[in-house]
């Protein structure tokens, strides 16, 4: 199986800060719709999202991957809101158009932390994505972002947004019942729950490479089918069809 590659750069988003560009292939018109990808609990570790971010801006999308640092004192906070505000005010920069479609996605740890700032009241209007999806995460535990212990916050109010849900159901490492009480309680369901026939890392197009200890590209099939299916639902997400 051949993976769809597209350029991509890497700029900074705040001092010393950085995030990478992903564009579709060249010859796509633009401008594109948004995507912000959020990579997991590790530090710095923006290219494990590399596979999936390639496939996704394969749908026309243009997809921003930052660098954050879950082990700083807030909890890496200032780090993500920071790529967000960078985000809305450059996109344009970067050939992308916020008006179009802007998705707010979060893989693992950061899939709470993106629902959380997409759902929150006090999120600035100017800030909110049109779109939140959470991949692979767990929503029991107060996130960095908000403060918000999910599960119970969404069943109180219903979000301003659409929420878009992905899970495998051979991840061990975050079972899919977390994704599934989410969903379970949220007063308007998911606009799309899928349900993935891989692993933590299969839903992002990648494996866990315990040599490197992050995760790489594969193209092990289930992680290939998976990840393409991630990849098309953010861009559903977006407005891409």
Same mark, same amino acid.
């Given at each position: ?32 719709? *948004? ?20 496939? #996704? ?41 916020? =008006?179009?479609?802007? *998705? ?12 959380? =700032? ?36 969404? #069943?109180? %109010? ?6 878009? /849900? ?6 061990? /490492? ?10 379970? *309680? ?36 289930? #992680? *290939? ?14 407005? %891409?069809?």
């Amino acid at each position: 199986m051949t993976m769809a590659t597209t350029p991509f750069e890497t700029v900074e988003y705040a001092p010393g800060r950085l995030l990478d560009v992903h564009r579709p292939a060249p010859g796509t018109e633009g401008p594109w719709p *948004v995507v912000l990808l959020w990579h997991g609990v590790g530090p710095d570790e923006r290219r494990e999202l590399v596979p999936l971010a390639r496939e #996704a801006a394969g749908h026309g999308l243009l997809v921003l991957v930052p660098d954050w640092r879950s082990d700083e004192p807030d909890g890496g906070r200032e780090h993500l809101l920071a790529s967000l505000r960078h985000a809305r005010l450059h996109a344009a920069d970067y050939g992308g158009d916020p =008006a179009l479609g802007f *998705v707010l996605a979060g893989w693992s740890k950061s899939g709470k932390e993106a629902i959380a =700032a997409a759902t929150h009241p006090e999120t600035p209007a100017e800030l909110r994505p049109t779109a939140a999806v959470g991949i692979a995460s767990r929503y029991v535990l107060p996130t960095v972002t908000t403060g918000e212990v999910l599960l119970a916050a969404l #069943a109180g %109010r219903p979000s301003p947004v659409p929420l878009f /849900l992905v899970h495998g159901t051979r991840d061990f /490492l975050v079972p899919a019942d977390a994704t599934r009480d989410l969903n379970a *309680v949220l007063l308007t369901p998911a606009a799309e729950f899928l349900e993935l026939d891989s692993d933590h890392s299969g839903v992002i197009l990648a494996q866990y490479d315990p040599v490197a200890g992050h995760c790489v590209a594969t193209e092990a099939e289930h #992680a *290939v089918r998976a990840g393409r299916e991630t990849a098309a639902l953010l861009a559903r997400a977006a407005g %891409r069809p």
